[in-house]
């Protein structure tokens, strides 16, 4: 070949370009090699584990907040106090609501991908070994066995069979006759659907993840969910309802002084008609359409109207004041004109607090540019007074109650459950219930027969004892069935482990 002639890779004659390409079937097949791999389960289990880490250590931002430009606003506002500079960064990462992003449910589809697949690829191995299992296995391994015992009894072969068979069927346990070795050998096990166990916690792991991602999809969760009693207020999220608070009445514990009761007089409306209506508590939600409102706190609020110039009304309603200034001195809550690009923050003392300026009932009017620290413009209003603001006009005319809801819809919860239940029964199944397998041989021996069991499983006590005691019972029945005195012995129940030991856990023959 000359210097600069490249390499071409040659088409065969009549060979067309389709039976170059790789099949789906391959493709498919590759990917499924993959997901089933179990270092890319593992890689997906720790990303999971970081997100999830990240999602703790770092606040999270309520669902209802995220939709709301105002209450996003206000809780940005307190981020601040806490994360600094770093607050744009994380909120512009999706840090402050991880558990719905868009990287949280494409990793958690990965992991669910990912144990389906793990799973089905074992399904085979363990249909095979609770449906067709290995009923023969050679002699030696009744002298290698993790654990084994022999009988001697002075009945012939075929009658020591049929007397162990029976013994052992009387025992609850599963009865295979070795059809392989005459006749004289037997297959036994307990709790052969035991390793399904594992399918079930496998299967719940996914419905768990499914259950997470509808929630998360098609359901919302607000858990600030704000009513100035007698304001109506939408409660969004498609769900065409409207809520109002009808009245809201709290009870004290007179010696302590602390809260023991407050209920909210609840009333919901769908195109101007009410649907339901409930006085609601902390454990007395109301329910419609799947939609749940959880009595959450309480606080003051401030009735406010504004218009601009001329004269249309821009906002008129209650202002949660349910942010606490750093000293504690005052409280506030924040309004935001979209359209007008201004927050309005309505800011009164505490309970209790003295705040030079502010007398009791009164609240001070703040007006900033959205986005930025500079105030444009204040005043202190009393009630039923007005003021103008930053061309806009901002009346104040009480303070009233306001109670905040948690309001969800959580569609997921019924496959949570079924998930849960499946992973209680996968976790039982598989530690209190484990398949045990003990083979039986029966050969002739000078004084009539010799019954030999023998298990490769895993020993633990229960199942040390119970094989122990399956040894003295074929002792004490079969070697008294002819003549009493008849020489019959039970060998030692041992777990020492050969070098050539019999039937590994996946039904091969070793040894």
């Not at 012939?156 to 007397?163: N, T």
């Not at 969910?225 to 109002?244: K, S, Y």
């Not at 009017?365 to 444009?376: A, D, F, N, R, W």
Request: aromatic letters at 8%; charged letters at 25%.
């Amino acid at each position: 070949m000359h210097k600069g002639v490249s390499r071409r890779a040659v088409r065969p004659a009549g060979q067309s370009s389709d039976d170059l390409d790789v099949s789906v079937g391959q493709v498919f097949g590759g990917l499924y090699r993959f997901l089933y791999n179990k270092r890319v389960g593992l890689t997906l289990i720790l990303a999971m584990c970081a997100l999830s880490f990240v999602g703790v250590m770092i606040q999270q931002m309520p669902a209802g907040v995220r939709d709301d430009a105002e209450a996003r606003a206000g809780w940005l506002d307190q981020a601040r106090g806490v994360y600094g500079g770093w607050t744009g960064v994380l909120d512009f990462v999706g840090a402050f609501h991880i558990f719905s992003s868009p990287v949280w449910l494409a990793t958690m589809a990965l992991l669910a991908l990912s144990i389906a697949a793990c799973t089905t690829h074992r399904l085979p191995l363990l249909w095979k070994a609770a449906f067709r299992p290995q009923t023969h296995v050679r002699p030696r391994f009744f002298d290698h066995a993790r654990m084994r015992a022999s009988v001697e009894s002075p009945l012939p072969p075929d009658e020591a069979m049929e007397a162990a068979r029976g013994l052992l069927e009387r025992r609850r346990t599963r009865v295979i006759v070795d059809e392989r070795s005459g006749g004289r050998g037997l297959y036994v096990d307990q709790n052969h659907l035991a390793p399904f166990g594992t399918v079930a916690a496998h299967a719940a792991f996914i419905l768990i993840m499914v259950a997470f991602a509808v929630s998360s999809v098609a359901g919302f969760r607000e858990e600030a969910f704000n009513l100035t009693v007698g304001v109506p207020e939408e409660v969004g999220h498609g769900t065409g309802l409207t809520a109002r608070a009808d009245s809201f009445t709290d009870a004290y514990d007179q010696e302590t002084g602390s809260p023991i009761d407050y209920v909210s007089d609840l009333t919901l409306m769908r195109d101007g008609e009410e649907v339901a209506r409930q006085d609601v508590r902390v454990n007395e939600p109301l329910i419609i359409d799947g939609v749940y409102f959880h009595q959450a706190s309480f606080g003051i609020a401030a009735v406010v109207d504004i218009t601009d110039e001329a004269g249309k009304t821009l906002f008129e309603g209650g202002v949660p004041l349910q942010w606490a200034t750093d000293d504690g001195a005052q409280q506030y809550g924040v309004h935001i004109l979209e359209e007008q690009q201004l927050e309005i923050f309505v800011i009164s003392a505490a309970s209790g607090q003295r705040v030079p300026g502010l007398q009791s009932g009164q609240v001070r009017v703040e007006v900033y540019p959205l986005g930025s620290e500079t105030m444009q413009d204040r005043a202190v209003l009393d009630p039923g007074e007005r003021a103008e603001l930053s061309g806009i006009e901002i009346g104040f005319d009480r303070e009233q109650k306001f109670t905040t809801m948690i309001v969800k819809k959580d569609p997921g919860a019924p496959i949570m459950w079924i998930g849960c239940a499946l992973l209680a029964i996968g976790t039982c199944l598989t530690m209190f219930f484990r398949h045990h397998r003990i083979w039986v041989r029966v050969s002739e021996s000078e004084g009539g027969s010799r019954i030999k069991i023998a298990s490769p499983d895993q020993t633990d006590a229960a199942f040390r004892r119970r094989f122990g005691e399956l040894a003295d019972e074929l002792a004490r029945v079969i070697g008294h069935e002819r003549a009493a005195g008849c020489e019959h012995t039970a060998d030692d129940v041992t777990s020492e482990t050969a070098e050539t030991a019999a039937v590994g856990g996946n039904g091969k023959k070793v040894g």
